[in-house]
């Protein structure tokens, strides 16, 4: 028995399961790819007349969103319990001697929130609080 190989037949590639492949892949990618979605804090500053305050202390700024959600110095902390507060603001302090803190806070944030804020800074020893509000345009 005499098996002839045609040698003037060029080999077939099948890329049928190749191409299901890759589309599987790009399927995968795109559902469990994360998109970081960086966004400012909005809060709305209560009104108050006075002068602006130049003072060159290494600052710390506290705020307080409409929901009660902390953010120190634009960070925001991974909740809104006393201790969590507390050790932010310790770690944000480091070694600075007698920082100024700057508690903004949305005309609707809690009550609650703003006084948490108030009591963890003073658990801490800062005792230099300014509230942040935005200049009343009355005169």
């Known amino acids: 028995m005499i098996l002839r190989h045609d040698r003037n037949k060029e080999p077939e590639l099948n890329i049928t399961p190749l191409i299901d492949v890759v589309f599987l892949l790009l399927i995968f990618f795109m559902v469990s ?3 970081e979605k960086e966004s400012e804090i909005s809060i709305e500053l ?3 007349a006075g002068e602006k305050s130049e003072d060159e202390r290494f600052t710390i700024e506290v705020t307080i969103d409409g929901e009660g959600h902390y953010f120190i110095n634009e960070k925001r902390t991974r909740d809104e319990q006393l201790s969590t507060l507390k050790k932010a603001l310790r ?3 480091a070694d600075h001697e007698d920082p100024r803190l700057i508690l903004s806070a949305d ?3 809690p009550h609650q ?3 948490r804020a108030m009591d963890a800074a003073r658990q801490i020893g800062l005792v230099n609080l300014t509230f942040a509000t935005k200049q009343n345009e009355e005169k």
Do not use: S
């Open 33 to 35: 790819t994360t998109f």
């Open 46 to 48: 209560p009104e108050a």
């Open 113 to 115: 929130a703003v006084i």
């Open 107 to 109: 005309r609707n944030t």
């Open 91 to 93: 770690d944000v302090r």
